[in-house]
């Protein structure tokens, strides 16, 4: 694993937009990096470049060309299905809590059933056409896929729906990605949109204010 040091914090919702994060991110959203003189954003385009500067071990994105290519279709597939479906039910959920504070109104309940439709049809295809029967998704060891599938996941884990419920396969899986990186590692990772519905509680809804072009566009 790659080792780092986190330089600045950048806490979004209490509008740290200034001009210097503006400088490594134009769009003022995370990840971003800054690597000497060259910045990038998008997490899949810094694990993409992270991976070929330090030589990561190969199987994290293999150079065979066909477990690349199972890597890419996973990366590539994720944008319109996984992302946005797991991302939805972590804004309806959690900022359920929150909307009610910047709109003034509730999450409507066919926004909800829609979402979770939604939300099990990826994960439907995830098991079905990405794991099939292989423990990873590029194969038999773990990759950067695996690493962008699981993250997706728990973001509705973390607003309270349990997606590896009554689903072995994915349940296995997710085990298996954490015996991989290591228990420890997995935990910190995700610790904070694991408790991201107690943070919700107490939130000042005054803050989300410019979040809300966003929520209506997006959700309501």
């Known amino acids: 694993y790659l080792k780092y040091q986190l330089k600045y914090w950048i806490n979004l919702v209490n509008g740290h937009y200034n001009e210097d994060f503006g400088k490594v991110s134009a769009w003022r959203k995370v990840p971003a990096i800054k690597d000497g003189d060259f910045c990038?954003?998008?997490?899949?385009?810094?694990?993409?470049?992270?991976?070929?500067?330090?030589?990561?071990?190969?199987?994290?994105?293999?150079?065979?060309?066909?477990?690349?290519?199972?890597?890419?279709?996973?990366?590539?597939?994720?944008?319109?299905?996984?992302?946005?479906?797991?991302?939805?039910?972590?804004?309806?959920?959690?900022r359920g809590l929150m909307i009610p504070k910047v709109m003034g109104v509730e999450v409507p309940q066919e926004k909800m059933d829609a979402a979770i439709e939604d939300l099990n049809g990826s994960l439907k295809l995830i098991e079905e056409n990405f794991l099939q029967d292989r423990p990873f998704i590029a194969g038999d060891q773990i990759s950067l896929a695996d690493l962008v599938a699981i993250v997706e996941m728990m973001q509705p884990v973390g607003?309270?729906?349990?997606?590896?419920?009554?689903?072995?396969?994915?349940?296995?899986?997710?085990?298996?990605?954490?015996?991989?990186?290591?228990?420890?590692?997995?935990?910190?990772?995700?610790?904070?949109?694991?408790?991201?519905?107690?943070?919700?509680?107490?939130?000042?809804?005054?803050?989300?204010?410019?979040f809300k072009p966003k929520i209506l566009k997006t959700f309501l």
């Open 40 to 94: 990038l954003c998008e997490s899949v385009a810094i694990m993409m470049y992270l991976v070929e500067k330090y030589n990561t071990p190969d199987n994290w994105y293999p150079a065979d060309l066909q477990k690349r290519a199972r890597v890419n279709e996973y990366l590539s597939w994720q944008h319109s299905a996984m992302r946005p479906h797991g991302s939805k039910m972590f804004w309806l959920k959690v």
């Open 159 to 210: 607003a309270g729906l349990d997606v590896f419920e009554k689903r072995p396969k994915l349940s296995a899986w997710r085990d298996r990605v954490r015996d991989a990186i290591g228990s420890e590692l997995f935990d910190e990772a995700h610790q904070g949109i694991l408790s991201a519905q107690e943070m919700a509680k107490t939130m000042d809804g005054s803050k989300l204010q410019h």
